[in-house]
Nanobody, 121 residues
Framework: QVQLVESGGGLVQPGRSLRLSCKPS????????MGWYRQAPGKQREAVAS???????TYADSVKGRFTISRDNAKNTVHLQMNNLNPEDTAVYYC???????????????WGQGTLVTVSS
């Protein structure tokens, strides 16, 4: 079964940057929209940013101007560049993909297992 695998999380000081990446664990023919969600302790999961296969990106108001989402359609990967991080960005970040096609299976959606981002001095 294909999964999405995140990388790049970790501990960072306020004001610094991190770059998250997400790629499929196996061969994928195509993916629709890809995006990032996050879940802070004691809070519900929320959408952070998404990008269509055509490159149209949307962002949560809380990250506009600080985060940039990008994708490589040839590799079916998505990245999240996070700048000027603050403690409120601390959360587990999850990669998400819509309409994932492999050679034999069509997934309506796929989620990664998450990567922890901790912003603290």
């Amino acid at each position: 079964q294909v999964q999405l695998v995140e990388s790049g999380g970790g501990l960072v000081q306020p004001g610094r940057s991190l770059r998250l990446s997400c790629k499929p664990s196996g061969r994928i023919s195509s993916i629709g929209a890809m995006g990032w969600y996050r879940q802070a302790p004691g809070k519900q999961r929320e959408a952070v940013a998404s990008v269509t296969s055509g490159g149209f990106a949307t962002y949560a108001d809380s990250v506009k101007g600080r985060f940039t989402i990008s994708r490589d359609n040839a590799k079916n990967t998505v990245h999240l560049q996070m700048n000027n991080l603050n403690p409120e960005d601390t959360a587990v970040y999850y990669c998400h993909g819509n309409t994932v096609l492999t050679a034999s299976v069509r997934y309506l959606e796929l989620w990664g297992q998450g990567t922890l981002v901790t912003v603290s001095s």
